[in-house]
């Protein structure tokens, strides 16, 4: 059974940091390209960072680059969003993605609520 589940979530204030993370089993993960999106309230839900399997190769949206660093560790199934510096609209759902450009196929995870506030 496939399975992403994202932890790390919460509410920090402006400024501050948090790490997520997104537990991967039931598929071959180290095959698997990684992106994290977020979902604000009232918007559509939107690509922040990817990672290629390999770890060589990272892509962030402008907004977060500079702030946001897209992780994994195929050995721990596992990948990571570090958020530092976060502002009032980094506040989302945030999820974990694994996606193949080969095959096609997508996992999601069920998502992880971040909120910036002070």
């Known amino acids: 059974q496939v399975q992403l589940v994202e932890s790390g979530g919460g509410l920090v204030q402006p400024g501050g940091s948090l790490r997520l993370s997104c537990a991967a089993s039931?598929?071959?993960?180290?095959?698997?390209?990684m992106s994290w999106y977020r979902q604000a309230p009232g918007k559509e839900r939107v690509v922040v960072a990817s990672?290629?399997?390999?770890?060589?190769?990272?892509d962030y949206i402008n907004s977060v680059r500079g702030r946001f660093t897209i992780s994994r560790d195929n050995a721990k199934n596992s990948a990571y969003l570090q958020m530092s510096s976060l502002k009032f609209d980094d506040t989302a759902v945030y999820f974990c993605?694994?996606?193949?450009?080969?095959?096609?196929?997508?996992?999601w995870g069920q998502g992880t609520q971040v909120t910036v506030s002070s």
């Open positions: 993605k694994a996606w193949s450009p080969t095959n096609g196929i997508n996992y």
């Open positions: 039931g598929f071959a993960f180290s095959n698997y390209f």
């Open positions: 990672i290629n399997p390999s770890s060589d190769n990272t």
